[in-house]
C-alpha cells in the first residue's frame, strides 16, 4: 500500500511556542491531505482538509490561525500549532489518497504533541 | 454530515475465539475502510470495502451498502489482535471520512 510519513512522531513544547508538523506521502502524490486530531480514549476527528495550491478547509469549530496548514506541493503538507497551550496537546494524524488509486485513505504514523 | 456507528463499544475475548464487530451509517457511503489502531497510535488498513464482502487471512469484511451496515470479522483471535478496530466511511471516493467511536478489543491468553 501507500506510504505516508509524519514528522516528528513526539515533541514537547513550552507554552506560547509554535509546533510544525509534517506529512509526507512518500511514494505517491497527493491533491487532498486531511488532518486529524485524536485525544485519549476518543476516536478520531477531522481537524481540516489540506489542499494542494490553495487554502485549508476548516472543520467547524477549529480555529484557522491556531492550526496554520500549508500544502505546498502534491506530496507535503504541514501543520503549525501556533502559540500553543496544555489544551493543544493531543495525537495529530494526517491522512492522504493516492490522486491514481481506488480510493482508500492511508494514514501517517501519527505526531504526540505534548505542551507543558 | 455521516454519523457512525460501531458496536460493541468493547469485547473481551479469549485466545482461539471469533468475533464480529459491526459499523452502521446514517447516510449511504461510497468509501468505507476499516483500521486497526496499535498501541503506538497508527493506524493500520485491514480493508477498503465499500460494498461487497473481502478476506484477508484470519479476517475477513462484508460491507452491505444498501442497508448502510459493514461486519468486520475475527477468526481464531489470537493476543496480538487486541488494540482498538475503527471503521469510517466518506460520501464519496474523494471525500473525507468519518470515523465511528470504535472498538476496544482484548484478547487474553
Known amino acids: 500500500g501507500a506510504v505516508v510519513s509524519q514528522h516528528p512522531s513526539r515533541v514537547i513544547c513550552k507554552s506560547g511556542t509554535s509546533v510544525k508538523i509534517e506529512c509526507r506521502s512518500l511514494d505517491f502524490q497527493a491533491t487532498t491531505m486531511f488532518w486529524y486530531r485524536q485525544f485519549p480514549k476518543q476516536s478520531l476527528m477531522l481537524m481540516a482538509t489540506?489542499?494542494?495550491?490553495?487554502?485549508?478547509?476548516?472543520e467547524q469549530g477549529v480555529e484557522k490561525d491556531k492550526f496554520l496548514i500549508n500544502h505546498a506541493s502534491l506530496t507535503l503538507s504541514t501543520l503549525t500549532v501556533t502559540s500553543a497551550h496544555p489544551e493543544d496537546s493531543s495525537f495529530y494524524i494526517c491522512s492522504a489518497r493516492d490522486l491514481g488509486g481506488a480510493g482508500e485513505l492511508f494514514f501517517g504514523e501519527g505526531s504526540r504533541l505534548t505542551v507543558l | 454530515g455521516i454519523q457512525v456507528e460501531q458496536s460493541p463499544p468493547d469485547l473481551i475475548l479469549q485466545e482461539g475465539a471469533n468475533s464480529t464487530l459491526r459499523c452502521n451509517f446514517s447516510?449511504?457511503?461510497?468509501?468505507l475502510q476499516w483500521f486497526h489502531q496499535n498501541p503506538w497510535g497508527q493506524l493500520i488498513n485491514l480493508f477498503y470495502?465499500?460494498?461487497g464482502t473481502k478476506q484477508n487471512g484470519r479476517l475477513s469484511a462484508t460491507t452491505v451498502a444498501t442497508e448502510r451496515y459493514s461486519l468486520l470479522y475475527i477468526s481464531s483471535s489470537q493476543t496480538t489482535d487486541s488494540g482498538v478496530y475503527f471503521c469510517a466511511g466518506g460520501g464519496t471516493s474523494g471525500s473525507r471520512l468519518t470515523f465511528g467511536e470504535g472498538t476496544q478489543l482484548t484478547v487474553n491468553p
Open positions: 447516510d449511504s457511503v461510497n468509501n
Open positions: 470495502i465499500p460494498s
Open positions: 489540506s489542499n494542494e495550491g490553495s487554502k485549508a478547509t476548516y
